[in-house]
C-alpha cells in the first residue's frame, strides 16, 4: 500500500505560479514512477506529467511543456508539480499517482497506476 496526500492547489491569476506537492507513504517511494494528472469539470481524467523512480527521465503533455515541471525528491517521499505561467485552462482537480513499475516506455495510462492521492483543487481566474 502506497497512501498519497497531495498539498499546494488554490486560487492564482492567470499568469501566476503554484507548486504542488504529494506526499507518500507506506511502501517504498522510490520503487514508483510516479505521474500528475488532473480532471475539469465535465472532462475525463487527463495525464499532465510523469517521472520515473530516480527522476531520470520525465514526460509531459504538449499542452503544459514548458510551464509545468515535475520532480521528486526520494529522500523526502514527495513529489512535486511546478506550474507557471498558469492558464484558466489550467484549472482543475490535480492528482499525484504511482505507477505500477520504477519506469515505463509511456505513462499515459491512467491504468498503470496503482495509486492515488484525493487531490487538490487549482482555480486559475483570468
Known amino acids: 500500500q502506497v497512501q498519497l496526500v497531495e498539498s499546494g492547489g488554490g486560487l492564482v491569476q492567470a499568469g501566476g505560479s503554484l507548486r504542488l506537492s504529494c506526499a507518500a507513504s507506506?511502501?517504498?517511494?522510490?520503487?514508483?514512477?510516479m505521474g500528475w494528472f488532473r480532471q475539469a469539470p465535465g472532462k475525463e481524467r487527463e495525464f499532465v506529467a510523469a517521472?520515473?523512480?530516480?527522476?531520470?527521465?520525465?514526460d509531459t503533455v504538449d499542452s503544459v511543456k514548458g510551464r509545468f515541471t515535475i520532480s521528486r525528491d526520494n529522500a523526502k517521499n514527495t513529489l512535486y508539480l511546478q506550474m507557471n505561467s498558469l492558464k484558466p485552462e489550467d484549472t482543475a482537480v490535480y492528482y499525484c499517482?504511482?505507477?505500477?513499475?520504477?519506469?515505463?516506455?509511456?505513462?499515459?495510462?491512467?491504468?498503470?497506476?496503482?495509486?492515488w492521492g484525493r487531490g487538490t483543487q487549482v482555480t486559475v481566474s483570468s
Open positions: 499517482a504511482a505507477h505500477r513499475l520504477p519506469s515505463s516506455s509511456s505513462y499515459y495510462a491512467a491504468t498503470e497506476y496503482g495509486y
Open positions: 507506506g511502501r517504498t517511494f522510490s520503487y514508483y514512477a
Open positions: 517521472i520515473n523512480w530516480n527522476g531520470g527521465s520525465t
